[in-house]
Nanobody, 121 residues
Framework: QVQLVESGGGLVQPGGSLRLSCAAS????????MAWFRQAPGKERELVAA????????VYGRSFEGRSTISRDNPKNLLYLRMDSLKAEDTAVYYC??????????????WGRGTQVTVSW
C-alpha cells in the first residue's frame, strides 16, 4: 500500500496563498487517484479537490473551485494543492488521500496524517 506524508501547512494571513505537498511512497504513484480533504474543528471532513492518475482530470469541491489548484508530479511521487485568497474559514487540517484506481472516485482507503493550515492575522 501507499504511504502519504503531507507538508507545507502553517500560518497564513487572510488573502494569502499556500501550497501543500504530499509525498507518496511504497507503491507506484501513478497507480493511484489522489485527493485533498480538509476538516475544521467541529465540522465534517470535506473534499477540496481530486485528480486522476495522469493529472488530466480534476474535480473541486464547491467552496474551492476557482481558488484552488490540484496537481501531481508522478515521476517525483508528489501531489500538490495550491490555495489562493485564503480566508479564516479555510483554517483546518488538510489531508492527502489515495485510492488504487486510475479514475477519480468517492472512496479513499489511504490517508496521510494531515497538515494544519491556520489563516489568521
Amino acid at each position: 500500500q501507499v504511504q502519504l506524508v503531507e507538508s507545507g501547512g502553517g500560518l497564513v494571513q487572510p488573502g494569502g496563498s499556500l501550497r501543500l505537498s504530499c509525498a507518496a511512497s511504497g507503491r507506484p504513484f501513478d497507480d493511484y487517484a489522489m485527493a485533498w480533504f480538509r476538516q475544521a474543528p467541529g465540522k465534517e471532513r470535506e473534499l477540496v479537490a481530486a485528480i486522476n492518475w495522469s493529472g488530466t482530470k480534476k474535480v473541486y469541491g464547491r467552496s474551492f473551485e476557482g481558488r484552488s489548484t490540484i496537481s501531481r508530479d508522478n515521476p517525483k511521487n508528489l501531489l500538490y494543492l495550491r490555495m489562493d485568497s485564503l480566508k479564516a474559514e479555510d483554517t483546518a487540517v488538510y489531508y492527502c488521500a489515495g485510492a488504487e484506481t486510475q479514475n477519480i472516485g468517492n472512496h479513499y482507503p489511504y490517508w496521510g496524517r494531515g497538515t494544519q493550515v491556520t489563516v489568521s492575522w
